[in-house]
């Protein structure tokens, strides 16, 4: 599948993902497919089912904020809109099928499980696919998150390429 980490600081966050994609038993590494997409004021990184993440990073305006609680805006406006672009494309994913996002906007990190639900975590550390736990786990004994990724390349068979890193705010 794919490692994506993201680290939220006091004042703005870091993410960061591999650069592979996997299709049953072969990997697929190109320089134009970016597993991280910067739109407007999100950051959005996603991992799962290949077609659902593409739908969101490449085929969709997510809403604009709209300076209200920022929470309340991410269950209220941005899931609904997530949602929508998904149903709209007439794509549905199957029974062991999912995809999940870490997505960044004012400087804060979300995670948009498989059910739409929203997650902050006071840990500061988020991770999606198979890779995830090794870079979580790689963060959490101290190490940068470039040495985290590295870490879960090495440990995970899913995960390869180059690294793809965005920083927001301080």
Not at 28 to 46: L, M, Q, R, W
Not at 92 to 98: A, F, R, S, V
Not at 148 to 161: E, H, P, V, Y
């Amino acid at each position: 599948m794919t490692t994506i980490v993201g680290i939220q600081h006091r004042k703005g966050f870091t993410l960061a993902a591999d650069g592979q994609t996997t299709e049953g038993e072969r990997a697929y590494i190109h320089k134009d497919v970016k597993k991280i997409t910067e739109i407007g004021d999100y950051v959005i990184a996603g991992a799962g089912v290949s077609r659902y993440c593409d739908i969101i990073t490449y085929g969709w305006e997510p809403p604009v904020y709209d300076g209200t609680d920022l929470y309340k805006f991410m269950v209220s406006k941005f899931v609904p809109s997530m949602r929508k672009a998904h149903e709209e494309t007439g794509y549905t994913l199957k029974d062991d099928e999912g995809a999940v996002f870490i997505v960044g906007l004012q400087n804060k990190l979300f995670y948009v499980c498989e059910d739409y639900s929203v997650l902050r975590t006071n840990t500061n550390t988020y991770s999606i696919g198979t890779g995830g736990n090794w870079a979580t786990g790689a963060i959490l004994a101290g190490a940068t998150i470039e040495e985290a990724m590295k870490i879960a390349i090495k440990l995970d068979i899913n995960s390869g390429g180059p690294i793809q890193i965005v920083r927001r705010g301080e």
